[in-house]
Every structure is written in structure tokens, then in C-alpha cells.
């Protein structure tokens, strides 16, 4: 009898430890798909290979460079400032229980993946420092447990999507020094007291944005219209002084026209 249980303890400690060696498929499916989007010119990740996306976790020890395992499945990407270049693939949507995606100063290019609304866990989203373009997916929003929103020095355009307000975890919200245009949303700009606030800082640097809590824009229209006022002025001036003049002369010429005309007429009558 004792045998008997022995040997099923054995089978199932063989078979938890086959579980935890192989990697959960939708994160090998992530890391591989991730690893062809990616270019590594700095050779920073050589044990990104296929034989390590089989089997990056077990149990809280990883593997692959840059992740970071919990209870065999990556929860923590971490690939700032290796120089990568690529795009950031849309299936890391897979890696399912990933909480924290950090890949800022790198040379990424292309747009943010509005698949990243499936990284249901995602506490921290910092992209910063690349070379991102397009608008920034509302789509985002869905990712209700997002604490950190860091997409500063990118080139990223179009309005910032309202949608953002509704996540009320954030506590870090940069976007500064982008393309980006049109009004701050309110439920970004003046949050209510309960709810983090974010100061200018967060939008400068990008010319087309405006609303609280950047500074007022300029009324530049006010100043186009009293410099055409000014110069409408001024030119009205001008006119009259060269109308004026002009009717002088005409007048002095027509004077001495009519002087000449008298003294040809007081020569030709006779004396008396």
C-alpha cells in the first residue's frame, strides 16, 4: 500500500514539474512573435532564442533576459535603453498576465498596438524615449489596472482620447514632448481631489495642445487684427497726405495757369 503511494506521489511530482518546465503557450507565442518584431544590433538579447521561448519560467525563476516570472508565467517585461529597434508586436497581447511593460529609450518605431487593450493586468506602460508615431489607442482605457502611463519623447499625434480619464488607478501620466493637438481632456487635466492630479509638465512640448493645466495659448488672431488695423491706418495717412499735396500742386498750377491767361488778355485790349 505504502508503495502504491509513493509511486502516484512520484508520478504527480514528475507531472507538476513536466507542467511547470513547459511554458504556457500564449507566452511563448508572445515572446516569439515579439523577438521577430524586434532588431538587436547590440546582441543584448542572445538567449532570446526559440528553445528558451519554450520554456522561459519555472515557477518564479526566468530564463529569458529581460522577463520576469511569477508562478511560471511572465509578469514583468523589462527592455529599456538596449537600443532596439523594429516595432512593438501586437501579440504581446498574449502575454496575458504580463503587469509591467517597460521597453522607453529605445529606437521603436510605428505605432502602439491598440491589442494591448487585452493586457487586462497591466499595472505599468512606459514607452517613452522611442520614436512612436500615430494616436494613442482610447482602447487603453480597457486596461483598468494601469498605475503608470509614460509615453513622453515620443512622436505620437492627434488628440489625447477621453477614455484615459475613466482609468482611476493612474497615478503617472506623461506625455510631454509629442505631436500631439486639440484640447486636454478635463477628466485628465482637472481631476477630481480623490484622483491623481498631473501638472503641465505631463503635456508640454507639444504645440497643438492646449486647455488646463498648460498655460493660455496666445491670442495670436487678436494681434493679426490690430496689426491690419494699424496698418490700415497707416496707409489711410499716406493717402491723404499724398491726395493733399496732390491737390496743391493742381491748385498752384491752375493759379498760375489763370495768371498767364490774364496777362495774354490785358495785352491785347487797346488803352484808353
Not at 494616436?135 to 484615459?164: F, M
Not at 493637438?181 to 507639444?206: K, M, Q
Amino acid at each position: 500500500m505504502g508503495v502504491v503511494i509513493c509511486g502516484q506521489l512520484l508520478a504527480v511530482l514528475i507531472l507538476s514539474s513536466a507542467a511547470a518546465a513547459a511554458a504556457d503557450p500564449d507566452d511563448e507565442r508572445c515572446m516569439t512573435h515579439l523577438s521577430e518584431s524586434l532588431q538587436d544590433p547590440l546582441k543584448n538579447l542572445q538567449n532570446w532564442t526559440t528553445a528558451t521561448f519554450a520554456s522561459p519560467c519555472q515557477g518564479f525563476t526566468s530564463f529569458l533576459q529581460g522577463a520576469t516570472c511569477n508562478n511560471g508565467r511572465i509578469y514583468k517585461l523589462s527592455l529599456s535603453n538596449l537600443s532596439l529597434k523594429g516595432t512593438i508586436s501586437p501579440f504581446l497581447s498574449n502575454c496575458t498576465n504580463l503587469q509591467s511593460l517597460d521597453l522607453s529609450s529605445n529606437q521603436l518605431a510605428g505605432q502602439i498596438a491598440p491589442e494591448l487593450q487585452y493586457l487586462v493586468n497591466l499595472a505599468v506602460l512606459n514607452l517613452s524615449s522611442n520614436r512612436l508615431s500615430g494616436p494613442i489607442p482610447p482602447q487603453l482605457a480597457l486596461c483598468a489596472y494601469l498605475n503608470v502611463i509614460d509615453l513622453h519623447d515620443n512622436q505620437l499625434s492627434g488628440p489625447i482620447p477621453q477614455q484615459l480619464g475613466l482609468l482611476v488607478r493612474l497615478s503617472v501620466f506623461d506625455v510631454s514632448n509629442n505631436k500631439l493637438s486639440g484640447p486636454i481632456p478635463p477628466s485628465l487635466g482637472n481631476r477630481s481631489r480623490n484622483l491623481a492630479r498631473f501638472n503641465s509638465s505631463s503635456y508640454e512640448g507639444n504645440k497643438g495642445l492646449y486647455g488646463y493645466p498648460l498655460a493660455p495659448m496666445k491670442n495670436n488672431k487678436g494681434l493679426s487684427v490690430l496689426a491690419i488695423v494699424g496698418i490700415g491706418l497707416g496707409s489711410g495717412f499716406v493717402s491723404l497726405v499724398i491726395s493733399f499735396a496732390a491737390v496743391c500742386v493742381w491748385l498752384r498750377l491752375t493759379e498760375q495757369k489763370l495768371d498767364d491767361d490774364e496777362g495774354k488778355i490785358s495785352q491785347l485790349m487797346p488803352d484808353y
